[in-house]
């Protein structure tokens, strides 16, 4: 097992967008494999890199028995049916609300291996695969609720027992850290470009 631990909300990393994976070597594998563990052990539904600490564009997802991954996602969606529901999240704990989002989503990317992917979602796996590339934009599900409902969120946030506003949060820095003189033209390269800033959404259980 390579358990590891989640950071929380308040944690500066869950606000960062993160980067492009440029290198499919046996770090990213040794990421996939930390993220999964992890994510199982939490009987999570998924769990992206941020929420470890990495600032790389991965996520893994545990939904309906389908157990997998997609690195540097972009979603597209078919249509305009939207779906209302309970939505949490590892990075915050035991607290569960109501989150609109897209029905069906056609999620592109990669395998740990460099492998083209594609995930065709409805119901929860869309829901899911919205969820964590949100975090790979540093885009929280408490983003997605109307004002009133986020001004309930934040309260049971500052109720609940693992939050503590005092405690300084701890980066970790990603191994696959990239310039930002080659980002373009990386993001380019994978296929990102303007589509990571038209993703109109973004679960941890």
Same mark, same amino acid.
């Not at 308040?10 to 992890?38: M, Q």
């Not at 941020?50 to 969606?77: C, E, K, M, S």
């Given at each position: ?33 930390? %993220? ?66 897209? %029905? ?98 973004? %679960?941890?259980?």
């Amino acid at each position: 097992m390579t358990v590891q631990p989640i950071r929380l909300f308040g944690d500066p990393v869950l606000r960062t967008p993160a980067e492009p994976v440029v290198d499919f070597d046996a770090e990213l594998r040794k990421l996939v494999a930390d %993220l999964t563990d992890t994510m199982r052990e939490q009987n999570g539904a998924g769990l992206a890199a941020p929420q470890l600490g990495v600032g790389l564009r991965v996520f893994t997802f545990d939904v309906d028995d389908v157990v997998g991954h997609l690195v540097n996602p972009v979603l597209h969606f078919p249509d305009e049916e939207e779906q209302d529901g309970q939505e949490g999240c590892l990075s915050i704990p035991g607290l569960y609300f109501d989150t609109k989002r897209r %029905l069906n989503v056609v999620a592109k990317g990669f395998t740990e291996y460099g492998d083209p992917l594609q995930i065709v979602g409805t119901g929860l796996m869309a829901r899911c695969v919205q969820h964590e590339t949100d975090h790979l934009d540093g885009v929280l599900f408490l983003d997605r609720l109307d004002p009133e409902a986020r001004k309930e969120a934040m309260k049971a946030i500052r109720q609940a027992d693992w939050y503590d506003e005092a405690a300084p949060p701890v980066v970790k820095v990603s191994p696959h850290d990239v310039p930002p003189s080659r980002r373009q033209s990386l993001a380019s390269r994978f296929g990102l470009g303007s589509d990571r800033s038209a993703n109109p959404f973004g %679960l941890g259980r």
